[in-house]
């Protein structure tokens, strides 16, 4: 039972170009919508987040867009780098006693020089 | 800080085997977690734990013992290998399940497969 659904499963941008992802979750409680990036062999690490109290996030080249109502929220790398391909997972987290993290299925981007 | 560290990077076992996979974290976290990933499933959590002697389930529990004796480690145990558990596990660690401190540190990974 996926709670989270991301978008699409692979992605192909030529360079300086710009990657969206999407997520869309089920679930209102969650409070706390990270994305982790993960390199071929690594563990992810966490890119950027963001909370529901605001519906946009920018940091450098990627910005987090959210949209409570439509339960829906996106990854936005702006100017694409070959550098950034890389495979990208949304994430959200629950409150109360469900405050585990949900991952989405996961995106392979990759960037073409 | 060495971070999230995982030991074997890769292991082979024969269907019925047993084995744990070690995790450790040097940054004082209270909580931990092991998730496997699969291709098109994401990062499924098995089990987590909030303290040193405080375990529980997650989402694909079946297979998979844990404890925590120590807030450092945090083994993996898997009783009897099926094939179903070819995969890459990993394991993570934050300061807290809650609060602005809640970032999740990922290892390296385990891949496991079982013939």
């Known amino acids: 039972q996926q709670q989270v659904k991301q978008s699409p499963q692979s992605l192909i941008v030529q360079k300086g170009g710009i990657s969206i992802i999407n997520c869309a979750y089920e679930?209102?409680?969650?409070?706390?919508f990270p994305w982790y990036q993960q390199f071929p062999g690594k563990g992810p690490a966490l890119l950027i987040a963001?909370?529901?109290?605001?519906s946009e996030k920018k940091e450098g080249r990627f910005t987090i867009s959210f949209n409570k109502s439509a339960k829906q929220f996106s990854l936005h790398i702006m100017d694409s780098q070959p550098g950034d391909s890389a495979t990208y997972f949304c994430?959200?987290?629950?409150?109360?006693?469900?405050?585990?993290?949900?991952f989405g299925s996961g995106t392979q981007l990759t960037v073409l020089p | 800080n060495a971070g999230v560290t995982q030991t074997p990077k890769f292991q082979v076992l024969k269907t019925g085997q047993s084995m744990t996979l070690q995790c450790a974290q040097d940054?004082?976290?209270?909580?931990m977690s092991w998730y496997r990933q699969d291709p098109g499933m994401g990062l499924r959590l098995i089990h987590y734990?909030?303290?040193?002697?405080?375990?529980d389930q997650g989402e694909v529990p079946n297979g998979y013992n844990v404890s925590r004796s120590t807030t450092e480690d945090f083994p993996l145990r898997l009783l009897s290998a099926a094939p179903s558990q070819t995969s890459v596990y990993f394991c993570?660690?934050?300061?807290?399940?809650?609060?602005?401190?809640?970032?999740?540190?990922f290892g390296p990974g385990t891949r496991l497969t079982v013939t």
């Open positions: 679930n209102t409680a969650f409070d706390y």
């Open positions: 993570a660690s934050s300061y807290t399940l809650t609060g602005p401190s809640n970032e999740q540190y």
């Open positions: 994430a959200a987290k629950g409150t109360g006693s469900a405050r585990q993290l949900t």
């Open positions: 963001i909370r529901p109290d605001v």
């Open positions: 734990s909030v303290g040193a002697g405080i375990t």
């Open positions: 940054m004082n976290h209270e909580y």
